[in-house]
């Protein structure tokens, strides 16, 4: 009894040792850090929604309110082969802050865009300027797919 309570425990642990498992799940936007630097005791958030385009070949913000905002600075970086890539702007309320941003992992020009490969390091930084004289800082980490 004994004897054969042994084999079959060595054959379950042989069996869970050398039958791979894949578990994928798909990993949401997580700030990474969240500053605030301000110059009287009252602080705010930067409303933001950020999420990937269907493809995951970029990403896509916009914000879900801009009351009590001057303007929003933004930072895309990420690494494609070790080269550093990026984009940046300034969003005001005059031009839109309501729709929806699209930052590329990659280049185009003329309607023709070209998707970087091997990328790491990508990050995505929103600094607030508060109609208060309040800045803000949110930044996001941002698993690449490609």
Partial sequence: M?????QIFLIIITL???????????KKFVPKAKTTISRSSSSGTIPAVVRYRPDKL??????STFNGIESVNYSFT???????????GT???SNDPASSRELLFGTCSTSVCTYHYNLSGARLVLTARLTNGNTVTKAYRIKTYR
């Fill in 2 to 6: 004994i004897k054969k309570f042994i």
């Fill in 16 to 26: 869970t040792l050398f039958i791979p498992v894949k578990i994928e799940a798909a």
């Fill in 58 to 63: 970029g990403i896509l913000f916009s914000f």
């Fill in 78 to 88: 990420y690494s494609t082969n070790g080269i550093p890539q990026g984009a940046g």
């Fill in 91 to 93: 969003i005001r309320s």
